[in-house]
Protein backbone atom coordinates (compact mmCIF):
# COMPACT_ATOMS: atom_id res chain seq x y z
CA UNK A 1 0.00 0.00 0.00
CA UNK A 2 2.96 2.77 0.81
CA UNK A 3 4.39 1.58 -2.74
CA UNK A 4 1.86 2.06 -4.35
CA UNK A 5 1.11 5.40 -2.50
CA UNK A 6 4.44 6.84 -3.21
CA UNK A 7 3.90 5.51 -6.68
CA UNK A 8 1.05 7.90 -7.17
CA UNK A 9 2.82 10.50 -5.67
CA UNK A 10 5.69 10.46 -8.03
CA UNK A 11 3.75 10.01 -11.33
CA UNK A 12 2.12 13.04 -10.18
CA UNK A 13 5.24 14.85 -9.45
CA UNK A 14 6.37 13.88 -12.78
CA UNK A 15 3.29 14.84 -14.73
CA UNK A 16 3.31 18.44 -12.60
CA UNK A 17 6.95 18.86 -14.04
CA UNK A 18 6.18 18.04 -17.66
CA UNK A 19 3.46 20.00 -17.79
CA UNK A 20 5.93 23.37 -16.62
CA UNK A 21 6.90 25.51 -19.72
CA UNK A 22 10.04 26.53 -18.82
CA UNK A 23 10.75 28.37 -21.81
CA UNK A 24 8.37 30.98 -20.26
CA UNK A 25 10.64 32.43 -17.39
CA UNK A 26 9.70 35.81 -15.39
CA UNK A 27 11.13 39.00 -16.42
CA UNK A 28 12.50 40.25 -13.27
CA UNK A 29 14.01 43.81 -14.66
CA UNK A 30 10.26 44.49 -15.98
CA UNK A 31 8.72 42.87 -12.35
CA UNK A 32 11.07 44.61 -10.10
CA UNK A 33 10.73 48.22 -12.17
CA UNK A 34 6.50 47.56 -11.90
CA UNK A 35 6.87 47.00 -8.55
CA UNK A 36 8.86 50.20 -7.67
CA UNK A 37 6.40 52.08 -10.00
CA UNK A 38 3.56 50.81 -8.19
CA UNK A 39 5.25 51.91 -4.76
CA UNK A 40 3.87 54.67 -2.35
CA UNK A 41 5.42 57.81 -2.77
CA UNK A 42 4.91 61.27 -0.77
CA UNK A 43 6.68 63.64 -3.58
CA UNK A 44 5.46 67.34 -3.86
CA UNK A 45 5.06 70.02 -6.58
CA UNK A 46 8.54 71.39 -5.89
CA UNK A 47 10.12 67.69 -6.60
CA UNK A 48 8.07 67.01 -9.51
CA UNK A 49 9.09 70.35 -11.02
CA UNK A 50 12.69 69.33 -10.29
CA UNK A 51 12.40 66.00 -11.49
CA UNK A 52 10.79 67.20 -14.64
CA UNK A 53 13.72 69.88 -14.91
CA UNK A 54 16.20 67.39 -14.51
CA UNK A 55 15.02 64.98 -17.27
CA UNK A 56 14.01 68.11 -19.71
CA UNK A 57 17.60 68.90 -19.48
CA UNK A 58 19.12 65.35 -20.53
CA UNK A 59 17.14 64.72 -22.78
CA UNK A 60 17.44 67.72 -24.82
CA UNK A 61 21.26 67.68 -24.35
CA UNK A 62 21.29 64.16 -25.55
CA UNK A 63 18.83 65.16 -28.92
CA UNK A 64 20.91 68.37 -29.33
CA UNK A 65 24.33 66.54 -29.48
CA UNK A 66 23.41 65.16 -33.30
CA UNK A 67 20.64 67.12 -33.81
CA UNK A 68 19.86 66.90 -37.72
CA UNK A 69 20.66 62.87 -37.33
CA UNK A 70 18.47 62.56 -33.95
CA UNK A 71 15.41 64.61 -35.75
CA UNK A 72 15.42 62.67 -38.97
CA UNK A 73 15.97 59.22 -37.17
CA UNK A 74 12.79 58.94 -35.70
CA UNK A 75 13.58 55.96 -33.43
CA UNK A 76 15.97 58.40 -31.30
CA UNK A 77 12.87 60.05 -30.37
CA UNK A 78 10.24 57.45 -30.26
CA UNK A 79 12.89 55.44 -27.49
CA UNK A 80 12.75 58.37 -25.45
CA UNK A 81 8.97 59.30 -25.88
CA UNK A 82 8.71 55.35 -24.62
CA UNK A 83 11.13 55.43 -21.60
CA UNK A 84 9.97 58.83 -20.63
CA UNK A 85 6.29 58.08 -21.39
CA UNK A 86 6.60 62.08 -22.65
CA UNK A 87 5.65 63.81 -25.71
CA UNK A 88 8.30 65.67 -28.20
CA UNK A 89 8.17 68.26 -30.48
CA UNK A 90 10.45 70.87 -32.31
CA UNK A 91 9.66 73.80 -34.27
CA UNK A 92 9.54 77.42 -34.00
CA UNK A 93 7.46 78.99 -31.01
CA UNK A 94 4.53 80.40 -33.23
CA UNK A 95 4.24 76.52 -35.44
CA UNK A 96 4.08 75.37 -31.73
CA UNK A 97 1.20 77.31 -30.60
CA UNK A 98 -1.85 75.05 -29.84
CA UNK A 99 -5.06 76.09 -28.24
CA UNK A 100 -5.29 72.95 -26.65
CA UNK A 101 -1.80 73.45 -24.91
CA UNK A 102 -3.65 76.17 -22.76
CA UNK A 103 -3.09 79.92 -22.58
CA UNK A 104 -0.16 79.54 -20.11
CA UNK A 105 1.76 77.53 -22.29
CA UNK A 106 0.95 79.70 -25.67
CA UNK A 107 2.03 82.54 -23.60
CA UNK A 108 5.21 80.86 -22.99
CA UNK A 109 6.03 80.92 -26.98
CA UNK A 110 4.62 83.90 -27.64
CA UNK A 111 7.54 85.07 -25.34
CA UNK A 112 9.87 83.16 -26.81
CA UNK A 113 8.85 84.60 -29.95
CA UNK A 114 9.70 88.38 -28.79
CA UNK A 115 13.21 87.41 -27.78
CA UNK A 116 13.92 86.12 -30.61
CA UNK A 117 12.28 88.78 -32.65
CA UNK A 118 14.35 90.96 -30.79
CA UNK A 119 17.75 88.94 -30.12
CA UNK A 120 17.16 88.42 -26.12
CA UNK A 121 18.93 85.66 -24.60
CA UNK A 122 16.41 82.34 -24.63
CA UNK A 123 16.79 79.66 -21.48
CA UNK A 124 14.73 76.66 -20.33
CA UNK A 125 11.17 77.05 -18.91
CA UNK A 126 8.78 74.81 -17.04
CA UNK A 127 4.97 75.35 -16.98
CA UNK A 128 2.02 73.81 -15.83
CA UNK A 129 -1.20 72.87 -17.60
CA UNK A 130 -4.32 74.52 -16.80
CA UNK A 131 -6.09 70.85 -15.72
CA UNK A 132 -2.80 70.22 -13.66
CA UNK A 133 -2.44 67.26 -14.94
CA UNK A 134 0.56 67.98 -17.42
CA UNK A 135 4.41 69.69 -17.44
CA UNK A 136 5.94 70.99 -20.46
CA UNK A 137 9.34 71.40 -20.41
CA UNK A 138 10.93 73.89 -23.39
CA UNK A 139 14.07 74.10 -24.34
CA UNK A 140 15.75 76.68 -27.05
CA UNK A 141 17.89 75.53 -29.97
CA UNK A 142 20.52 78.31 -30.99
CA UNK A 143 21.70 77.79 -34.18
CA UNK A 144 25.52 77.11 -34.31
CA UNK A 145 27.53 74.69 -36.17
CA UNK A 146 24.34 71.83 -36.13
CA UNK A 147 23.64 72.21 -40.03
CA UNK A 148 27.31 72.59 -40.93
CA UNK A 149 28.19 69.80 -43.69
CA UNK A 150 24.09 68.68 -44.22
CA UNK A 151 22.95 68.59 -47.53
CA UNK A 152 20.10 70.84 -48.99
CA UNK A 153 17.61 67.50 -49.47
CA UNK A 154 18.60 66.94 -45.11
CA UNK A 155 17.13 70.01 -44.75
CA UNK A 156 14.20 70.04 -46.79
CA UNK A 157 13.62 67.14 -44.99
CA UNK A 158 14.09 68.86 -41.58
CA UNK A 159 11.85 71.39 -42.12
CA UNK A 160 9.09 68.83 -43.77
CA UNK A 161 9.67 66.27 -40.59
CA UNK A 162 9.41 69.65 -38.15
CA UNK A 163 7.60 72.41 -36.89
CA UNK A 164 10.74 74.88 -38.15
CA UNK A 165 10.84 77.59 -39.94
CA UNK A 166 12.31 77.54 -43.23
CA UNK A 167 16.08 77.63 -43.16
CA UNK A 168 16.71 79.98 -45.60
CA UNK A 169 18.99 83.16 -44.32
CA UNK A 170 19.63 81.69 -41.20
CA UNK A 171 22.73 82.75 -39.04
CA UNK A 172 24.88 81.80 -35.79
CA UNK A 173 22.80 83.02 -32.74
CA UNK A 174 19.72 82.57 -34.67
CA UNK A 175 17.17 80.40 -32.60
CA UNK A 176 16.43 77.59 -34.69
CA UNK A 177 13.96 75.46 -33.11
CA UNK A 178 11.94 75.26 -29.77
CA UNK A 179 12.10 71.78 -28.45
CA UNK A 180 8.64 70.85 -26.36
CA UNK A 181 8.58 67.91 -23.67
CA UNK A 182 4.98 67.01 -22.34
CA UNK A 183 5.31 65.18 -19.45
CA UNK A 184 2.25 63.51 -17.38
CA UNK A 185 2.25 64.01 -13.33
CA UNK A 186 1.23 60.91 -12.95
CA UNK A 187 3.59 59.18 -14.85
CA UNK A 188 6.62 61.22 -13.53
CA UNK A 189 5.73 60.40 -10.11
CA UNK A 190 5.72 56.71 -10.89
CA UNK A 191 9.04 56.69 -13.10
CA UNK A 192 10.76 59.02 -9.98
CA UNK A 193 12.89 56.87 -7.91
CA UNK A 194 12.61 57.63 -4.36
CA UNK A 195 16.23 57.40 -3.64
CA UNK A 196 16.27 60.51 -5.82
CA UNK A 197 14.30 62.71 -3.48
CA UNK A 198 16.84 63.86 -1.41
CA UNK A 199 18.89 64.78 -4.27
CA UNK A 200 15.79 66.71 -5.51
CA UNK A 201 15.44 68.26 -2.09
CA UNK A 202 18.88 70.03 -2.31
CA UNK A 203 18.35 71.18 -5.86
CA UNK A 204 14.85 72.82 -4.56
CA UNK A 205 17.09 74.53 -1.90
CA UNK A 206 19.86 75.51 -4.05
Known amino acids: MKKLTFG ?6 ITGLQSCDFSKRVDTTAAVKELKERQVKRINSAQITAQVDDW ?8 NKSL ?3 ILDVRVIDSLQKT ?9 PIKLQNPALGKKVNEILDAYQY ?3 NHLPQIDNIQMSEDQEHLYFTSPVVLENQLKGISKTQLQELVTKTKIDSLDSRK ?20 VDVKQLSKLNTKIEQ
Open 8 to 13: IGLLAL
Open 56 to 63: GKKITQDL
Open 68 to 70: VKN
Open 84 to 92: YRIGIEIGS
Open 115 to 117: NAE
Open 172 to 191: KGDLLGLWVIKFSKKDVIRL
